[in-house]
């Protein structure tokens, strides 16, 4: 498998703020989108350690749609959640508080479809909204 890819922000907000929002079925179905023309339908979130989480994500026209789903290997609250996809890959996300906010990295397995370049901008993407959402609410 190839290797793992990491991306990261920081947010300028409380470290509880950042896992809440992180982890908030109501506030990911906000921020959980790579583009302006995708969004998240539904979310379930059951952050525990053997707790599952779901999303379906779908263009806003409706031409396409996906699910991503899984099982939470290892949850830390505002520490870490490191996770299986249902397909197998890992991922990895850490929270780490300093004087102006929160950290935020994400390590995940890439998927051999896409190229690397690819998955780095649109979890990227995904995770710049994230900053975006909880530093405006």
């Known amino acids: 498998m190839n290797e793992a890819i990491t991306i990261e922000t920081h947010v300028r907000a409380p470290l509880v703020k950042v896992w809440s929002d992180f982890t908030s079925p109501e506030a990911v179905k ?14 379930r979130n059951d952050v525990r350690t053997g707790g599952t ?4 994500m779908e263009a806003k026209d409706g031409s396409d749609g996906f699910d991503f789903a899984g ?16 397909d197998g890959r890992k991922v990895t996300v850490t ?3 300093d004087e102006t906010g929160v950290r ?14 690819m998955q780095q901008a649109g979890w990227q993407a995904i995770l ?9 609410n």
């Open 30 to 43: 906000v921020w959980n989108a790579a583009s302006d023309d995708w969004h998240t339908t539904e979310t």
């Open 53 to 56: 989480f779901f999303s379906r």
């Open 128 to 136: 710049d909204n994230f900053k975006k959402y909880v530093e405006a």
């Open 104 to 117: 935020v990295v994400e390590t995940f397995d890439p998927e051999s479809e896409n190229p690397r370049e």
């Open 71 to 86: 099982t939470y290997d290892e949850v830390i609250e505002h520490e870490r959640i490191a996770y299986t996809m249902e």
């Open 95 to 97: 929270f780490t508080p």
